[in-house]
């Protein structure tokens, strides 16, 4: 039986200060000043598009803004999201049904095939899908690179909710006459509201941030458009306002994603334990169902998979030795670390004040880093680019300012595992530690920080996945001379070198896999599988 906060108190006969009942202490100025710090850094992108909007001058933004390419760029959006989306979430809520809900053989294995293609940055996906295909171009392509990158975000959140439903709801609609279908779509499918939301989100921001991958097919969006125009004109004015109409569709897309999570809440109330669901007998349907997982996997994994072979192979051994191979996968290492140790450390004081000291001002603290962060690669380069440039002008192009912009980042893949270890942790533990006699520096550390740990080193996984497969803010930011795995494999893919491009997308496909298996476990555990 878990012990709670109060029980553990009078257990270990914790003493409790006159007046204290009621009354909630203020936050350590230790945790509170970096926490502050943290979040002004974080609205460094947002305070840039802001000032550079107002320096351009109404008149000028203006034209900038309504001209007709960014009207293009508009539309090629909107149909990129409007096309891409739905297909991830009917790929996604299918195959999470089918894997967490039915008789399919191999379950266990289709479950870890569909998250594999998550190790495979969309850019990969993109220079496979290339080679294959050297025609492909336009929105219907990049719809497609989209759809077999990004449908596992929708997929683990939706399979870990399918597998902590309760199915007395549903025997309860079949029971009152509703078929099958009719089941799924009236009873299961709001369930999975906020795992598919929460998910599409998540899919409309990587598609707004993406540039390698829609470089590599000709396809323009804001990203492409933003680096060309860097490019051409080293951070002038219509690659500004190009990031401001681009953060304007980010905030757009945060407002949508929360008015369409609604405040409705599904948890199965009384007592006992949720009953294990039947696995719905696929029937006939059972040999179609195996061949569209085995379509979806060979799509998404299968061909990344096989012409990265076919390169390998068509190159020969001198692939691995014609190049800074070696160096590359050290600087990303590096790079990898220090972008997760880092964040995961800065990440601490924003989750800690979120969880133990609860109010509005924390909210704002711990919401304005999730809006910073939603923000493309490309805008935060340009914001760090141009503070450097004007008041820190030593550490441009250094190591400190990439590790900077991963932070900005990468900052919720840290804070949201931090805050739910945090919560695990019982601030009673802490306190009867210190009246053992324990300091409360030691207390925290051999305590609180023990229990927290498992939480941190999730968070900090999944801060390096993110900062190995980055690529846009690492070109325009690292230090002249840099190679990480992710900017050799863009140069060498953009002279057309597709076999000397292999082993840097390989490695980052071997780097990424047991981060993506850790995702997977995770969302397995959170469903208490």
Known sequence: MPITDHRAARLLRVPERPGEKGKRSAPPAAVLVPAVLVTLTALIPLGFVITMTVATGWEDATYLIFRPRVGELAINTVSLIALTVPLTVL?????AWLVERT???????????????LAVPAYVNSYAWISTIPTLAGVWSGVLISVLSYFPLVYIPAAATLRRLDPALEHSAASLGLGPWSVFFRVVVPQLRLAVVGGALLVSLHLLAEYGAFSMIRFSTFTTAIMGQYQSTFNGAAANMLAGVLVLFCLFLLLTESRGRGTAHYARLGSGVAAAPVPARLGRWRLPAVGALAAVIALALGVPLVNIARWLIAGGAEVWTAGPLAGALVQTL??????????????????????????????????TNYVASSMPGIVVALALVTVTISFVQ?????????????????????????????????????????????APPTAFLKVTLRLCAPAAAGGAALVFLGVVNELTATLLLSPSGTWTLATRFWSLSGEIDYAGAAPYALLMVLLSLPVTYLLYTQSQKAAGR
């Open 91 to 95: 790929i996604g809520i299918g195959t």
């Open 394 to 438: 030593p550490i441009y192009q250094s190591t400190a300012v990439v590790v900077a912009a991963y932070v900005l980042l990468f900052l919720p893949r840290a804070l949201i595992p931090l805050r739910a270890g945090i919560a695990q942790a019982p601030p009673a533990l802490e306190e009867a530690a210190r009246a053992l006699g324990k």
């Open 334 to 367: 590096g790079y990898g670390f220090a972008g997760a140790a880092v964040t995961t450390v800065l990440a601490f004081p924003v989750a800690w004040l979120a969880v133990r000291h609860p109010s509005r001002f924390t909210r704002i603290l711990e919401g």
């Open 103 to 117: 008789n399919v053989p191999g379950a266990r294995a289709w479950a870890l095939l569909l998250a594999a293609p």
